[in-house]
């Protein structure tokens, strides 16, 4: 099937109607209008070109000025385009951005302020508290599996009562204060590093310097540091 | 020695400017009819469908230099033809400020005017019927029913794909169809 078979058929399957006018040129032309038409058109083809640039003409223009620019005195080139625009920023701020700016920058640097305890004694008390109960825990739980069948010495129980009742606060005020400090005379290594590494620059007062010069405290507390898997 | 019947050796010959003229002689010679009816059946006009034609063919001249030979060289004719038919129609009504709808009527008085119209003949009421289709629609109707334009060359020169080319010539039938029965 030629193509023209194959059109009339699909023409025939859309619509009959239309496949059944006759096909033919309605519009006329005049005697000889194809004959002399490319001799016109020739013609025109060469009227048209006489004004012409070289091919490349306007692909390299651009190269060209540049280097017309380029070439020439470079100071008065350089400003040449700079010089002709007003130093002007596109962008805009907000009303008294400059005057109100050092005060929101220091606002922004102190923060909310924080509500710290400035007793003494109660860092003293908390940081004793947590270490005692913290050793005394250790030893109970290192001892509990073994001694269990043995029986547990009274210290460990008592702790065990402690820690279990969360009393150690209401036991810790029964506590002689002598008692306490000679405690802390004998094993104040942990808690004197602690201490200082605790405290921070509003909170270190001259009668704390002592817990700044501990040098053996804070020696002791770095080692610690530097075991501890924490800072490993 | 140029190959009339050989687009390829027309081409060759154009660009490497050994016979230029003549090879170009040819491809009007060769294509002139074909275009001119497609133009005419789009235009109505003969003036402007030689109008049409010459600038077809200026612009042939000066692109056929670099004509990448994608595709056929009757391919790339019928697309400069097309286009220019469109600008040709579309720079009438903005001179004249007229809408779509006064393009149709415009184009179709001028059918009504030619000395041979005969308002009874189908053939004559088919012309009226295609100034009726929208522009792209009557572009595919022609292409195909007049030119038996296969719709692999008609995606090439309408850059549409072939599914949207065979929907688009279907309505425009069906168009054409409905108009002849209600006249």
Known sequence: ?232 | MINPNDDNDLVFQFKNDLNKEVAFTHIIKKYQERLYWHIRRMVVEHENANDVLQNVFIKVWKGLINFREDSKLYTWLYKIATNECLTFIASQNKRKSVSFSDEESNLSNKIVADQHFDANKLEWKLQLAIQKLPEKQRVVFLLRYYDEMPYGEMSAVLETSEGALKASYHHAVKKIEDFILNH
């Open chain 1, 1 to 232: 099937m030629n193509q023209n078979e194959k059109i009339q058929e699909e023409l025939l399957i859309i619509s009959e109607v239309v496949a059944n006018i006759p096909k033919c040129n309605v519009f006329e032309v005049s005697e000889g209008y194809f004959s002399n038409a490319s001799a016109e058109i020739l013609i025109k083809c060469a009227d048209s070109s006489v004004f012409e640039t070289p091919e490349t003409y306007f692909e390299q223009l651009p190269e060209i000025i540049l280097d017309k620019i380029k070439n020439a005195d470079s100071a008065e080139n350089e400003n040449l385009i700079l010089s002709t625009q007003e130093k002007q920023h596109p962008y805009t701020i907000p009303n008294n951005y400059f005057e109100t700016l050092p005060d929101n920058i220091l606002q922004a640097v102190k923060g909310p302020a924080k509500v710290i305890s400035i007793s003494k004694n109660q860092i003293w008390i908390k940081l004793v508290a947590a270490v005692l109960v913290g050793l005394i825990g250790f030893v109970i739980i290192i001892n509990l599996p073994k001694k269990q069948d043995e029986g547990i010495s009274a210290i460990e129980k008592e702790a065990k009562k402690i820690i279990l009742n969360k009393s150690f606060e209401s036991e810790f005020e029964q506590i002689d204060e002598k008692e306490m400090a000679n405690y802390l005379e004998e094993n104040g290594h942990d808690v004197n590093a602690a201490l200082v590494a605790s405290l921070n620059e509003d909170e270190i007062s001259l009668d704390n310097d002592e817990l700044m010069y501990d040098e053996e405290a804070v020696d002791h507390y770095l080692t610690d540091l530097k075991t501890s898997p924490k800072f490993n």
